[in-house]
Structures are given as C-alpha cells and as structure tokens.
C-alpha cells in the first residue's frame, strides 16, 4: 500500500496568514493527490484533486502543488472558516490511502 | 443538488452484524461509483472499497475483505454496506462517498460495537 505521509501534525495560524500543509507519498503517485477538509457537525468537503485542480466551488486561496511524491496544500489569507481537520489522499492506486490529518487551529 | 443520506448511528453486540444504507438524490445513481470510508474515534481515513452502481462490480480494499459487502438498490438509488462478525475494533464513524475523488460525502454512520 502507498504510505502517506502528512506534515504538520498541528499548525496553529491567526486569520489572514498563509500556510502549507505537506503530504508525501512513499512511491510516485504521479498527479493524483487529493486533499480534503473536515470539520464538526459538516460533510466533508472536497477542495483540491490530481494534485492541482481546485474543485468547483471552492474558494482561490486554496491551491495544490506538487506531483510524484511530494505534495503542498496551501492556504492564502487564511478566513475563520478554513480552521479545521485536512487529509491529503491519494487516488492513483487500490487501496486509496489517507495522510494521518493536520489540525489546522486559531493561533 | 447532490446528496448522500445515510442511515443513523447504530448499538451493535460484539460478534453481530450490520447493514447501513447511503442513499443518494440528486444525480444518476448508476453513472458514479460509491465509495465507503472507515474512520476510527480521533483517528485518520481508511478507504473500505467501492461499488459500482450500474454494474454491481466491487473492489474491496484487501484489509476489509471479509468484513465488509457491498450491494445497491438501483430502484430506490440506495447502497449498502454490511459488517460482519463486528469487534471492538469496528467502533467507527462509516461515509460513503462518491466518485474516484469523493467530491460529496455523506454525514457519516456512527458504529459502536459493545457489549
């Protein structure tokens, strides 16, 4: 199975920052990385896939990088709102696998 | 608009089974796969498997072979996923989701497993 490896565990930021959530894969998993939000009490959400792609509806101050092995989600001028859990998951190969979750919290 | 229901929070025994449902409105029901994720109290994702709606076929992730089966209704766009032989370690909150990338989620199925 591919190892997804997410960094931070925890990020603490104040609203309007920026910031980079890390996820790497333990083999190339060309494009196909995709990251998600949860939060209490909500569906989760969608916000980027392969890699790049920002999935409709979601907000320009989130975008994905990265291809291969390594991968950044990152979050420009943070809103109350983002504050929350994100996954990376990669969708190249069975079994699809999770990163462990960064804890995105209100410094 | 798009919408995963899924079935309420369940009481099991250890030892029993359970079948929960995910029904979905506002798409065709056959043209995207549903997906079901496991997640543990506090802990990460884990992809169960898939099926496939039109076609009935199924991918199970090798872990939950065994564990888990998957069916559909087409006639009420309704999937199901059934758990058997449950344990401690079943106590978890089960999405489903659909498509390859799991663009809609539903609100989840809270499964506690105890005696």
């Known amino acids: 199975d591919v190892q997804m490896t997410q960094s931070p565990y925890n990020l603490a930021a104040s609203p309007g920052e920026s910031v980079s959530i890390n996820c790497k894969a333990s083999k190339s998993i060309s494009k196909y990385l995709a990251w998600y939000q949860q939060k209490p009490g909500k569906a989760n959400k969608l916000l980027i896939y392969d890699g790049s792609t920002l999935q409709s509806g979601i907000p320009s101050r989130f975008s994905g990088s990265g291809s291969g092995t390594d991968f950044t989600l990152t979050i420009r001028s943070l809103e109350p709102e983002d504050f929350g859990l994100y996954y990376c998951?990669?969708?190249?190969?069975?079994?699809?696998?999770f990163g462990a979750g960064t804890k995105l919290e209100l410094k | 608009q798009v919408q995963l229901q899924q079935s309420g929070a369940e009481l099991v025994k250890p030892g029993s089974s359970v079948k929960m449902s995910c029904k979905a409105s506002?798409?065709?029901?056959?043209?995207?796969?549903i997906y079901w994720i496991k997640q543990r109290p506090g802990q990460g994702l884990e992809w169960i498997g898939r099926i496939g709606p039109g076609s009935g076929d199924t991918n199970y992730n090798e872990k939950f072979k065994g564990k888990a089966t998957f069916t559909v209704d087409k006639s009420s766009s309704t999937a199901y996923m059934q758990l058997s032989s449950l344990t401690p370690e079943d106590t978890a909150v089960y999405y489903c989701?659909?498509?390859?990338?799991?663009?809609?989620w539903g609100q989840g199925v809270m499964v506690t497993v105890s005696s």
């Open positions: 998951q990669q969708h190249n190969e069975y079994p699809y696998t």
């Open positions: 506002g798409y065709t029901f056959t043209s995207y796969y």
């Open positions: 989701a659909r498509a390859t990338v799991f663009d809609y």
